[in-house]
């Protein structure tokens, strides 16, 4: 049997902002087809995690391979959906134009005849279950509806890596749940990697793998049973932290998450 290569590695990786340090000593490696939840308070370093990631910024040391090359900006096989505002008002931008931009972004989608355009958009935008709002401003559409182009639109280079920025923040629970359910889909159907930013790590419970937790330059990885104790974030925080289990969920007491 031979085991995978991972889909990622950090090895003793650093990065500092001037006098300000976002990493000290990472070290990882996530599998083919994992989903990996990324966790931390705001500031900790996950935006900058993926765009390191996607080759934006390089880190101060240490090595990083994304499907064993070192990052570069433009890789079709990373799907990246930034952290995003809900757009509100009357954009004349459409549903589908906003998906479209998946393909704008990339070489391989300049040339392309406009109805083979048309379907590649149009599969994204029904695997997320967004086609009867296909051709919807999108301002008219609500955060969960937009979420869901967004996904559309960062699966339209048929990925292998999935990075979603904050895709439950600003939704009710009920339709974090729908966006949970969705990428869940995605991840398990495709055998993609997803690795998701996010505050709350309770909807997410039944689907991820492993979370990342970064604070204050220090980054774990494992179960959420292995990272998120009362031990280990009174350590990140430097500072008494209680982690409490509690109706199936996990509750974080003394920190901002
Ligand atoms: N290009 C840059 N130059 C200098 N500082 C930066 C740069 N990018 C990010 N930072 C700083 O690095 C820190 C980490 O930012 P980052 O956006 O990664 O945090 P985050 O964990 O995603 O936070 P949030 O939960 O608020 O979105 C912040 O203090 C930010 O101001």
């Known amino acids: ?7 990622i590695t950090l090895q003793h990786v650093a990065l500092s902002f001037g006098k300000r340090v976002i990493l000290r000593d990472a070290n990882m490696a996530i599998q083919q087809g994992e989903f990996v939840v990324v966790l931390g308070p705001n500031g900790a370093g996950k935006s900058t995690l993926f765009k390191m990631l996607l080759g934006l910024i390089q880190p101060t040391a240490g090595e990083i391979r994304v499907l064993g090359r070192v990052p570069r900006s433009g890789n079709k096989e990373i ?26 972004g990339n070489r391989w989608g300049f040339g392309l005849p406009s109805r083979k355009r048309d379907a590649i958009i149009d599969q994204a935008l029904e695997e997320v279950d967004a086609l009867r709002y296909a051709n919807a401003p999108v301002g008219h559409l609500s955060g969960g509806e937009q979420q869901r ?29 729908d966006i949970v359910t969705l990428v869940d889909n995605v991840c398990r159907s495709r055998g993609v990697t997803v690795l998701l930013v996010a505050h709350d790590v309770n909807p997410l419970l039944p689907v991820l793998d492993r979370i990342v937790y970064i604070a204050n330059g220090q980054s774990l990885i494992g179960t959420p049973g292995e990272v998120i104790t009362s031990e280990n974030l009174s350590k990140l925080y430097k500072a008494p932290v209680e982690v409490v289990h509690a109706l199936d969920r996990i509750f974080v007491v003394g920190a901002e998450v």
């Open 79 to 104: 799907g990246y959906a930034p952290q995003h505002r809900t757009v509100e008002g009357d954009l004349a931008l459409r549903a589908r134009d906003l998906v479209g931009f998946g393909l704008d």
């Open 1 to 7: 049997m031979t085991i995978a290569e991972p889909v």
């Open 149 to 177: 182009l967004l996904i559309a639109q960062a699966l339209l280079t048929n990925p292998r890596i999935l990075l979603l920025d904050e895709p439950l923040a600003s939704l009710d629970i009920a339709r974090q749940q």
